[in-house]
């Protein structure tokens, strides 16, 4: 029990600062995270639809947010970082 109410505090502790960060966004940033995040969830919510969020986060995340010029270990580590933010923001 003590392992699951510590795993509980710390996934609360990451919420909590991904909502700090969604906060600290600009405002025209933030309404495009938003609506992003809204269109995802509605093709994963599509009875039709086989991608899942960890797909769609495999697909979009390095389009989205990681710089341009970046090597592709690089791009291949934080594509892998950004789908378990993904899969934790569900």
Same mark, same amino acid.
């Given at each position: 029990m003590c392992c699951v109410d510590a795993e509980m505090q710390s996934d609360l502790k990451r919420l909590q600062a991904l909502q700090l960060l969604v906060l600290l966004l600009p405002v025209e940033h933030s309404t495009l995270l938003r609506r992003l995040l809204s269109l995802l969830q509605? %093709?994963?919510?599509? &009875?039709? *639809?086989?991608?899942?969020?960890? *797909? +769609?986060?495999? +697909?979009? %995340?390095?389009?989205?947010? %990681? &710089? =341009?010029? %970046?090597?592709? +270990?690089?791009?291949? +580590?934080?594509? =892998?970082?950004?789908k378990s933010a993904v899969n934790f923001m569900q």
């Amino acid at each position: 029990m003590c392992c699951v109410d510590a795993e509980m505090q710390s996934d609360l502790k990451r919420l909590q600062a991904l909502q700090l960060l969604v906060l600290l966004l600009p405002v025209e940033h933030s309404t495009l995270l938003r609506r992003l995040l809204s269109l995802l969830q509605r %093709v994963t919510d599509e &009875p039709e *639809n086989r991608m899942t969020a960890d *797909n +769609l986060a495999i +697909l979009f %995340v390095p389009h989205i947010i %990681v &710089p =341009r010029k %970046v090597c592709r +270990l690089s791009l291949f +580590l934080v594509g =892998r970082c950004f789908k378990s933010a993904v899969n934790f923001m569900q």
